[in-house]
């Protein structure tokens, strides 16, 4: 176990943002082994062309020293409330910080916050911060699920901080198991998610069960090839890490995606159609949220081929294709039916064409599916498979119509949470 102490040598604050900077970010460090992974948070945080300021503990200099965060933040490195004490450090940063981001957040430094401690200056930055905190805790599993942890993190919750869940994984040694660090490029978004929604990371989700599907099924024709699509499962993952961020219990179905899985989610992979189908329905029976937002093939080859097909001169055979069952169709079937009860949202990737536009395409999917929300994604010519950013329109049953404005996936993540809640409410 590691503590933190008052006791740090400190050097001077920044004075202000670097020119074409953007919002300023206190990122406070902790003393675990995962703060060598914070480093390459805080690179990306500069590159998005933030302004971030590192308060590392005492402890957390014996994992990461001084130099590396002057060097990747462009700043001096700020440790000690009495060091250039006309600036009163420990009120000025977290007056003038826009977001606090703690990683790896330690159980110390969660009791710490959560009893309104302050021994240090990222602790007073704290209880002078007037931002959104996000706190990304690091430990091992034990000390994650000990009593005085879970009541802390509920009071930091409560009080409107966000406490994201760990990741599962390999941890100190040889142990496996809750309490990994987060993936920076999943801390970074999230970041940037409360940068551009402060409240949008809200535990309006806890306790309850979501259901996602994510990637492109594949239909093989033999060994080596097979039948797919262009889905990465970029948006499906964002809604899972968002989902678990506002407290929802994530179960994650991803065909084909080779993203890390989002901390706080339970992930089960699939190939198929067949096999998403399959997964989907016994993971449906459980959840109070469905979220189709994996990309199902419509057909698969008749017959698969067990050996590589071989290239030849002559012409290849052509290829018979058969439908595969409509997943969400029989998903709102067996919901109607009283297998399960769930708010269902389907995903419709549209192109216009001479029938119509894209969102009327969506409107006449959204009739036809009977789920509770679509999601219409406008796609082709470098839009939404594989991005980092999408648009979206959100289709209600009930006639409401939510545009999201092009930006990052997290943010059309945060718009399908809302709308689910909404439909959870009435």
Known sequence: MTTESAAATGTGLADGPAPGAGRRI????????????????????????????????????????????AALSHHP????????????????????ADLVVVAPATADVLAKAAHGLADDLLTNTLLTARCPVLFVPAMHTEMWEHPATVDNVATLRRRGCVVV??????????????????????????AELLLRRPGALVPDLSGVRVLITAGGT?????????LGNRSSGRQGFEIASVAAARGAQVSLIAANVELPTPAGAELVRVETA????????????????VIMAAAVADFRPVTTVEHKIKKSEAAPEPVELVGNPDILVELVAARDAGEFAAVVVGFAAETGDQTGDVLSHGRAKLARKGCDLL????????????????????????GRETEVPFGPKALVAAAVCDAVVSRLNR
């Open 26 to 69: 206190v990122l406070g460090v902790c003393g675990g082994i995962a703060a060598y992974k914070v480093a390459d948070l805080l690179r990306r945080l500069v590159e998005a062309g933030h302004d971030v300021q590192v308060v590392p503990t005492a402890s957390a200099l014996k994992f990461v020293g001084e130099p590396t965060w």
């Open 77 to 96: 490195v700020a440790t000690d409330v009495f060091a250039h004490a006309d600036q009163i450090p420990h009120v000025r940063l977290g007056r003038g």
């Open 165 to 190: 869940e760990p990741a599962t994984g390999r941890l100190t040694g040889a142990d496996t198991g809750k309490g990994r660090l987060p993936e920076p490029a999943e801390i970074a978004r999230l």
């Open 218 to 226: 594949r239909e093989p024709l033999d060994p080596v090839r097979y």
């Open 274 to 289: 067949e096999q998403l189908r399959q997964a989907t329905h016994a993971a449906a029976k459980d959840a109070d949220v």
């Open 375 to 398: 999601v219409v994604n406008a796609v082709g010519a470098g839009r939404a498979f594989g991005q980092s950013d999408n648009a979206a329109i959100i289709l209600d049953r009930d």
